[in-house]
């Protein structure tokens, strides 16, 4: 153990190097960091909500919605199939977790099976006396929900990293939660108005055969919806279901100016497939109202006063800049599959961080001169040189922290402060272990050596056993616990290469220079 070969030598001061190499960015502002050579590391460690501020949302995903809207594709499914095929019918709607229909003619009933059995062959169909039941079984339901769940994180992250936030944090929580945690956005009313609009969008004809006051008095046509404007006026629009063009298939959306009223509108394209239909539908239409919808409120219905071939227009209504580019956004970055309801809500100022970071600051400072303190006083010169290493391993942690891009929080600080007493801990069992081969009358040499020897499979055992629970608390825990797992688990790996190697290295260099006679222990 008191042997160092050369590359052991160059390898612990290339780690040491590189540990603050990663660091120094951290003492320097944001932004002056530019200002560094290219060839130097410019991370900054990642602050989390607790001490940069933020917002904390948990969202809950309405997967009822979900199987419904499936439910009512079935429906309108099976009104086409039953129709095309002249299949007379009544009764036809949604019964529980599926559709029912009764066939009004017997000698019908086994064809008309076999088209809603086409529909969705996993389900469950039952037949009583011409009355069809098409249930949706657990797998399928609990499928679709899932499903629903992992669309609508995707659609969040895009949606949230649309608006510039760094480092946001969203992630899945329970079966049909989805928890999202914003540091430092200056605007939390407005993620919450992102992720409360559900941005589904598509093109319909406005009903013009039948009046929309008759609809308001209850008599809605069928196949006809009755939906309000998105404006303030209190205008209501008769509908048509059938979705000409749907908002799936736009592939951007940006916010611009109307160049004739130079107001606010949005831009949009559509694939080929939706650029096909769009061109389709405005041509069959013409002179006819054309509504563009959004979560089943009207955006406006401008007259088709000649076919769009080019598959792009525009939106226009009673925008601001603001609200277009919100809208642009949306559209841009897909429709949630279902409503998102909001939970819970937490903000943090700023201010507050500020003093949790300042808190932890002074814990540490504290921490610091206290071991140093009792490392000197205790061990002398050995105490001196595991107070360096104490020094080094600060440096590596925050080294390491700006290499992974972790984000540290307020728990992970309560990991540091830990690992500052857990750092001289090697060193302690080290340095008594060379006290008792000093006392049972060893030269400094070999009580160095049988020291070190003797107390690594200790040193090894105790940091390995702790290392386990910390990536055990990582892998089960969440939020605050991990960011605690990670700084600790950092923590760990340096220390032990502090003090199995630097410290070591450094007392190896004294041994070898000053050949002493008596240990300053």
Known sequence: MVYFAKWKMVLVGIICLLGLSFAAPNFIPLNQAEALPGWLPRQHISLGLDLQGGSHLLLEVDSKTVI??????????ARIELRRDKIRYQGL??????????IKDEEKVDEARKLLRALERDAVLDEDDGRIVMTLNERM?????????????????RRVDETGTREPTIQQQGDDRILVQLPGIDDPERIKRLLGKTAKMSFHLVDQRNSVESAMAGRIPPGSWLLPSEGEDGRMYLIRKRVMVSGD????????????????????????AGA??????????VGKLFAIVLDRKVISAPVIREPILG??????GSFSFQSAQDLALLLRAGALPAPLTILEERSVGPGLGADSIAAG???????????VVFMVAAYGLFGFMADIALIVNMVLILGALSFLQATLTLPGIAGIVLTIGMAVDANVLVFERIREEVRSGRTPISSIDAGYSRAFTTIIDANLTTLIAALLLYAFGSGPVRGFAVTLSIGIITSMFTAIMLTRLMIVIWLRRTKPDVLPL
Do not use: C, H, W
Not at 253 to 271: G, I, K, L, M, Y
Not at 276 to 285: V, Y
């Open 249 to 272: 298939t736009l592939i951007d959306a940006q916010p611009s100016t109307d160049s004739r009223t130079n107001e606010p509108v949005v831009t949009f394209r559509f694939d080929t």
């Open 68 to 77: 419904r809207e499936y439910l009512d594709s079935m429906v309108d499914a």
């Open 93 to 102: 709607g949604i019964s529980g977790n599926g559709i029912q229909v009764t």
């Open 141 to 157: 339901i609990r499928d679709r929900k899932t499903a629903a769940v992992q669309q609508s994180i995707e659609i969040v992250r």
């Open 361 to 371: 600051k002074i814990a540490s400072i504290i921490g610091i001169i206290l071991v």
């Open 276 to 285: 096909k239909r769009f061109g389709s539908a405005t041509s069959k239409n």
């Open 311 to 316: 598959g792009s227009g525009q939106i226009s």
